[in-house]
């Protein structure tokens, strides 16, 4: 395999996908697929944030207001709802097009999907500007809504095949194989 230079940039991105909810200030809920999303360490060096980046959306315009979000994570039978709500902006008027089934969070009043397999409810504790439309904002995951089969589990005890999330990188992708964990691979004498 031969790489070549490129001074122009380009991108190869994975990214998880994750349809973020929020409610306007009428009280309608606004859902938007949201890829530039990860996570980070707390302060408290256990506990995580997630941390994404939106532009100037209606989602950006009600995290500034209102502070608090769900991620759901899409799955593959979620990609209907992803292109849905990604080509529409709330700012225009609801997304009431596509059905779809939603429910306030355990512990936070944010709107979450019901088919979503993966919900975290996250409350901003930190916002950096970075561009000129964009803000990343760090927020505390204060509940995880996970499978029941997940309940209880190790943190990374996660199997991605069975949860089918899908993965952007300029197109969409799905997940095939859980490969073994760490120091499965270790080769011998190491
Ligand atoms: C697969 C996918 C990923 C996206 N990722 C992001 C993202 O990370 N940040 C962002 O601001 N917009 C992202 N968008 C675009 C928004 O979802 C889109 O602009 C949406 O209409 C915003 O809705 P809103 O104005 O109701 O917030 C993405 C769209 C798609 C289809």
Not at 62 to 79: K, P
Not at 121 to 150: L, W
Not at 164 to 172: F, I, K, L, R
């Amino acid at each position: 395999m031969k790489r070549v230079s490129s001074q122009k940039p380009q991108s190869m991105i994975v990214q998880p996908c994750f349809i973020v909810g929020t409610y306007n200030d009428d009280g309608s809920p606004n859902f938007a697929p949201i890829t530039w999303i990860s996570v980070t360490v707390d302060n408290d060096g256990e506990s995580y944030m997630l941390v994404l980046s939106t532009g100037a959306k209606r989602t950006g315009a009600n995290l500034a207001a209102r502070g608090i979000f769900s991620a759901n994570l899409a799955s593959v039978d979620m990609l209907g709802l992803v292109d849905y709500f990604g080509s529409r902006s709330g700012s225009d008027g609801p997304k009431n097009a596509i059905h779809y089934e939603y429910e306030n969070g355990q512990f936070l009043k944010v709107p979450t999907l019901n088919q979503s397999r993966w919900v975290y409810e996250c409350e901003v504790v930190k916002v950096v500007n970075t561009a000129p439309d964009t803000n990343t904002y760090f927020a505390r995951i204060v509940n995880t809504q996970v499978p029941e089969e997940y309940s209880g589990s190790g943190n990374f005890d996660v199997d991605l095949v069975s949860l089918d999330p899908v993965v952007y990188s300029g197109t969409y992708h799905s997940i095939a194989r859980n490969l073994g964990g760490i120091g499965d691979f270790m080769p011998p004498d190491c």
